[in-house]
């Protein structure tokens, strides 16, 4: 049974007319009220996922669960529809459970709080704030365990439950939840930011409420959502052609030997409608590679990559989701049926960018950006010291930007919104660790005339024994180049012992034991490249190998051949460039590197690990064992 | 007499404000800026007010000077040539700052990445390395040093900076380093990031001292060039700089240390706020300093402007202390526009600047600006006092009517709504510094200066529920006179890093004292600072302290206030144990007491000053106004809304159901009626 939303006043909001002026007014009171919800977050949390990664996103939804200022999309409908009770004055939501919510949030890790804001009796708004909490539990530290095979092993499950009832706070709830953690602080400390901020926010529609008149408010909410409707079903109508396009891109693996699980996007316009449809999709995995792909949530990302370009000011709402229709089928990776284990979601949830990007590019190659979406690559590494304390990292990595239309790809960058790094001496001081070495992968970002951001090659030492967690794709599977850019290097991750032994091991890996002054050299992918990289300036070439950004074997990359000095041969360069044109012949829109038979045969000796064996399903979609 | 003279250079004008210490009386002169050499315009200015004062330059006693010239070089790439010296491993720190890339989902595909401030290729390795508690973890070497510094030589680099993994903690390998760069490179100046910044976080540190040593050469230059040229004038006097922190440093210190120059604009007008809040009466304050392109908004409580720890310039976060200046992008330059996709009105961040200008200026602009619909609504009347420059109203109504014509709304509402949607984004600004620092704005008074913030003040004010609305004594030249009004200020840092339970008062007090002894001995006034924060947390809290606050009540005086602050600013504390993170001891210089001149009082009849009936398009109708001359108005005066108050380089905005009152040495403080 859907939520019950009780009303002491059951007024229907009057339409009013809003003048376009207060309609902006109101607009940029909303991104103020956003704006607010960053900064309260960004000050209270306290685990470096949050504080210092920025691992957090906020929501300001109508009355009718709509998304008015967020960034990806709405989840209250699927909330209400899954919610058995009712929604009252002086409630306050929190949940984790993404079958709870149609997988607005994608794991459990994620603690949403979700405020109604009520105004004279009558439901208002809804503001809501989900962010990554450190650790609930579970089989491993992090509560991610790449080896899981359901839910059930990932720790702690809130259903959606209210924290506040009638205005009083369930302590007990709450210190059950935390109970679970192996970092209760942390979680404590984050959950009273995620509470402030939705707090903060559902006191500024209260006031704009006041200062506008509340029908005036909920009117012109209204109106900013046609507005992104009208926006879109023009863009959509100029943008998208009624023929299909399909992309397709892979999963290198789920952890547990098998691999690649193809995702397939194909793209086509109905009339007006625009149709997004995910049939090709592999099936769900035994791993937990699986991604529950909230449909709405997808919407928000492809209008977002749509509307960029256009009036990048504008405040992204839920107002076209009718104009789109998202069909995932049921039981595939990207829908995976309850209790499918989720942890190792970050990797399709990457890809799906690089997919968007693939599909939208591909009529419009000049818009075109290359591949570089590999996932958040995460690091885990826990133990107790010398001195009998816990300890319990954490961290995510970053990779190369994808070569652009409007240049290169930043070496070692973010593609999320909002992240950063975590300074190396703060590892330092609060973790038994040396950073031993942190830069970027030479050669790793695609050759191209604009070049594929580097990877990142970190080198932890570890100064206790412990155990680590890997997570990370593109080790198979490189990220593609574009428009005659060549494909990004991938991924790899070599554990050094204090004999220098070095080995490779997986890019997907849970519960490894390290020992002291062993050294992880944790080595992220490239961005692919864009454009030809034989139309590449060869100053700017061997400028780049004097930087340490491309070797002088690299430079080959871009027929630049340079002399003994480090200076461009012009001669040897103008003839290597000629042989290479000529011997390659035309280029096309995409370059995937080498097709899967070929990335088999060779993925021992190129990657040091085994290919990965293909999954195949039974009738009832589940990997094979 | 003692003169000070206050000099503020801005983009488009020099701001002079000479000061009669005694009496209080100023004059003040505005002149066009000389980016080729900035002192060709400040000699101009000084020569001008020192004219208008009947005193020769040698009469002035000091000399305040607030520059951009560090924050242009940042901003505008034009430092030196800087080589920087690392951790083995750490090549590539500026290249990868901390992998941050601007703008929501999406945003790095149109991010224009920026080149590090020390170039890649000038970057170069040295073994050794020290831990997170300072101890040696592997030596350095003399023969890796030297051949990396032998490197770095042949680039021909201009400065050199040292910054070592974990040297906040010890800067033993970076002294040495530093020693041989004396013999390899002796015309080279060095930087050493345990001494410019003894702050954990390595990017920052290199950063913070990166760009001290980029923009060294160029505001040596600057500072140098500019005191020969006040010694030619018969300027014998001091010569003194403002810090991004609100105070003075002498030329010959701000040599050393430009980056405490990088946000020396904006603190001069919060400086000349707190001398304005202070002869008014006024204590908690918030300042909206709108200029061009631009709105600085800063809160002052108890006369004390709120400092932070880091210094924004463009995409840079410098560490140094600055005064907490929030900027938006609208001034009134800022163009609107309404994009053809969702036919939404638009103000900035665009900006037409100086050049072309607004529409109405007649510079060749011809896309409405902020300005224009001020122009169009009669809140800036076209013959500006002293009739040497007359506003193009036509024009700007053509300008703002394509607006209307996108909108399909009139061309009034258009002109407002252009002003209503830049205000509100002022009024945002203004919310992250009080409201989401935990203060209540209605406590505050909020003062709007710049060449265009006694326009919005009024608007902006009924917002955020701050009265009054203060329009202060020259608000054209504010930052001038802020200049003239602070007091000297040095600032000495160290790292600590210690739970509160792991140390004493005795150890805490025993260091804070050697700290204030190593600040000149000159000074009459040391503050303490100590940064405190939650073990795990990173990020930290400034707590200003005593010693004998913190002798009489232990570790707890300051764990105990931490608590309180943490409570307001984030509305919660944690049972986590408290770390003392950094210790700061601040060096004031003589407190000032420079009151303002007052203004003869009147009958509260401000029909003298009364220049010509007018009418002003406001709370949706057009309405009739009266416009006065500020020079003329006297104390006690009781200005009925709507009016404009005109003067040489400002106007003043009086809304419709609004009343001001002129103060007893000039301000005009509107409230509702």
Request: glycine letters at 24%; zero cysteines; hydrophobic letters at 30%.
């Given at each position: 049974m859907p939520a019950r939303i009780i009303q002491s006043n059951e007024t229907s909001f009057a339409k009013t007319t809003v003048d376009p002026v207060t309609l902006e007014v109101i607009e940029n009171a909303l991104r103020n009220a956003r704006t607010e919800m960053d900064a309260t977050l960004v000050r209270t949390a306290m685990s470096p996922g949050i504080r210092e990664q920025g691992d957090a996103f906020p929501l300001i939804a109508d009355?009718?669960?709509?998304?008015?200022?967020?960034?990806?999309?709405?989840?209250i409908g699927g909330f209400l529809n899954g919610y058995d009770g009712t929604v009252e004055e002086g409630d306050m939501f929190l949940l984790s459970d993404p079958y709870s919510v149609e997988g607005a949030v994608s794991h459990s890790n994620d603690w949403l709080v979700l405020l109604p804001v009520f105004k004279d009796g009558r439901l208002l708004a809804y503001t809501a704030m989900f962010g990554h909490q450190s650790d609930i539990g579970g089989k491993v530290p992090g509560s991610m365990p790449i080896d899981a095979t359901s839910i059930f092993q990932e720790g702690v499950r809130i259903p959606p439950v209210k924290i506040y009832r009638n205005g009083l706070y369930n302590e007990d709830l709450v210190k059950l939840a935390l109970h679970q953690s192996r970092t209760p602080d942390w979680c404590a400390a984050d959950l009273n930011a995620l509470i402030a901020s939705c707090r903060v926010a559902a006191r500024r529609i209260e006031e704009m409420a006041d200062r506008f008149g509340i029908d005036t408010y909920v009117t012109a909410t209204g109106e900013l959502l046609a507005r992104n409707y009208r926006a879109m079903k023009t863009l959509l109508g100029q943008a998208i052609s009624e023929e299909k396009v399909s992309f397709e891109d892979y999963i290198c693996d789920d952890g547990m030997g098998y691999g690649p699980y193809k995702l397939k996007c194909t793209m086509w316009r109905e009339g007006e409608k625009v149709i997004l449809d995910f049939t090709g999709t592999d099936p769900q995995s035994v791993g937990s590679i699986n991604f529950y792909l909230n449909e709405n949530m997808f919407k928000m990302f492809f209008g977002i990559y749509m509307i960029m370009v256009f009036d990048p000011m504008i405040l992204f709402n839920d107002g076209f989701y009718d104009l789109i229709d998202v069909r995932i089928p049921d039981g595939s990776l990207l829908k995976p049926k309850f209790p499918a284990a989720l942890s190792g979601r970050t990797h399709a949830l990457g890809r799906i960018f690089d997919i968007l990007g693939g599909l939208l590019g591909q009529k419009t190659p000049q818009f075109l950006n290359a591949a570089g979406f590999s996932s958040s690559p995460h690091l885990f590494y826990a133990g107790t010291d010398r001195k009998g304390d816990w300890f319990q990292l954490f961290q995510i990595g970053f990779g190369g930007i994808p070569g652009r239309p409007l240049g290169d790809g930043p070496d070692g960058h973010s593609l999320w919104p909002g992240f950063t790094n975590v300074p190396n001496e703060f590892l330092e001081r609060y973790f038994p660790l040396v950073i031993e070495q942190y830069g970027t992968v030479a050669d790793s970002g695609g050759a191209g005339l604009h070049r594929g951001g580097n990877g990142i090659v970190m080198s932890y030492r570890f100064l206790e024994p412990g155990v680590i967690a890997v997570h990370d794709d593109r080790w198979f599977v490189p990220p593609w180049g574009v428009n005659g850019g060549r494909p990004g290097a991938r991924a790899r991750k070599i554990l050094e012992k204090p004999d220098g032994t070095r080995t490779i091991i997986g890019n997907k890996v849970e519960d490894f034991t390290v020992e002291t002054d062993d050294v992880l050299h944790f080595i992220t992918w490239g961005g692919g490249g864009w454009g030809?990289?034989?139309?590449?300036d060869p100053a700017l070439v061997a400028k780049e190998v004097v930087q340490g950004l491309v070797t002088v074997q690299g430079a080959r990359a871009y027929g630049v051949v340079l002399d003994g000095e480090g200076s461009v041969d012009e001669r040897a360069t103008a003839d290597l460039r000629d042989n290479m044109r000529r011997e390659r012949g035309a280029v096309g829109v995409f370059d995937f590197g080498p097709d899967l038979e070929t990335l088999r045969e060779r993925s021992l000796e190129e990657t040091g690990l085994p290919a990965p064996v293909q999954p195949r399903w039974n009738s009832q979609h589940i990997a094979a064992e | 007499m003692s003169y000070r003279l206050g000099v503020d250079v801005g983009g488009t004008f020099t701001d002079l404000l000479l000061f009669a210490e005694d009496k209080g009386t100023f004059w003040r002169h505005k002149t066009p800026s000389t980016p080729h050499d900035s002192s060709v315009g400040i000699l101009t200015g000084v020569e001008a007010v020192c004219a208008k004062a009947g005193i020769t330059p040698s009469d002035v006693e000091i000399f305040l000077h607030g520059t951009t010239v560090a924050t242009n070089a940042v901003l505008e790439g034009k430092g030196a040539r800087v080589g920087l010296i690392v951790t083995q491993g750490y090549r590539q720190i500026m290249q990868i700052a901390r992998s941050f890339v601007p703008?929501?989902?999406?945003?790095w595909i149109v991010w224009p990445k920026p080149q590090p401030l020390a170039a890649l290729e000038d970057t170069f390795e040295i073994m050794g390395r020290m831990d997170a508690r300072g101890n040696e973890l592997r030596p350095i070497d003399d023969d890796d040093i030297r051949a990396a510094l032998l490197k770095i030589k042949a680039q021909g680099v201009e400065a050199l900076t040292v910054s070592l993994m974990n040297a906040y903690l010890n800067g033993a390998h970076e002294r040495r380093v530093g020693e041989l760069a004396a013999e390899i490179l002796p015309d080279v100046p060095v930087s050493l990031s345990h001494e410019v910044l003894p702050e954990m976080q390595e990017y920052e540190r290199t950063l913070t001292t990166v760009a001290n040593a980029a923009v060294r050469p160029v505001v040596g230059r600057y500072v140098r060039n500019l005191r020969a040229k006040l010694r030619d004038a018969g300027m014998a006097g001091q010569l003194s700089l403002l810090r991004s922190d609100g105070g003075l440093m002498s030329s010959e210190k701000s040599e050393e240390q430009p980056v405490s120059l990088l946000m020396s604009g904006p603190a001069g007008g919060v400086t000349g706020a707190i001398w304005v809040g202070k002869n008014a009466g006024i204590r908690n304050i918030l300042t909206l300093d709108v200029g061009g392109t631009s709105t600085d908004v800063a809160l002052i409580e108890n006369l004390e402007a709120r400092r932070v720890r880091t210094t924004e310039v463009g995409h840079l976060a410098v560490r140094a202390s600055a005064l907490d200046v929030k900027t938006v992008g609208a001034g009134g330059g800022s163009i609107a526009y309404v994009p053809q996709l969702t036919g939404a009105l638009r103000v900035g961040p665009q900006s037409a600047g100086a050049v072309p200008g607004p529409v109405a200026y007649g510079k060749g602009g011809t896309l409405p600006t902020v300005t224009d619909a001020n122009v169009v609504l009669g809140y800036l009347p076209e013959a500006l006092l002293g009739g040497s420059f007359k506003l193009d109203r036509p024009a700007a109504v053509a300008a703002v009517q394509t607006i209307a014509d996108a909108l399909g709304i009139d061309l009034f509402e258009a002109a407002r709504g252009i002003i209503d949607i830049v205000n509100e984004n002022m009024f945002g600004a203004l919310r992250m510094i009080s409201v989401q620092q935990?203060?209540?704005?209605?406590d505050f008074a909020l003062m709007g200066f710049g060449g265009a913030g006694p326009l919005h003040v009024n608007a902006v004010a009924r917002l955020m529920g701050s009265w009054p609305a203060v329009s202060p004594v020259s608000p054209g030249v504010l930052c001038a006179l802020g200049d003239a009004t602070t007091r000297m200020r040095t600032e000495t840092a160290r790292s600590f890093s210690k739970l509160a339970s792991d140390t004493t008062v005795d150890e805490l007090c025993g260091i804070l004292r050697d700290m204030a002894d190593a600040i000149t001995a000159d000074d009459t006034e040391v503050d303490f600072e100590v940064d405190v924060r939650y073990s795990g947390q990173a990020f930290e809290v400034p707590m200003p302290v005593t010693l004998d606050a913190l002798e009489a009540e232990g570790i707890a005086n300051l764990t105990r206030r931490f608590d309180d602050e943490h409570r307001r600013l984030f509305t919660f504390n944690m049972d986590s144990q408290h770390e003392i993170v950094n210790l700061r001891a601040i060096g004031l210089g003589k407190a000032l007491d420079l009151p303002a001149a007052r203004l003869p009082e009147g009958n509260g009849d401000p029909c003298e000053a009364k220049i010509r009936d007018h009418e002003l398009w406001i709370d949706g109708r057009m309405q009739p106004a009266v416009i006065y001359d500020r020079a003329k108005l006297k104390a006690k005066d009781v200005i009925k809304g709507p009016a404009i108050v005109v003067e040489m380089d400002s106007t003043t905005l009086i809304e419709a159901d609004c009343v001001a009152t002129v103060d007893h040495v000039g301000n005009i403080l509107i409230t509702l009626a």
């Open positions: 009355h009718e669960g709509r998304m008015i200022v967020g960034q990806f999309g709405s989840f030809d990289p034989l139309d590449r | 703008g929501g989902l999406a945003g935990g203060y209540d704005p209605r």
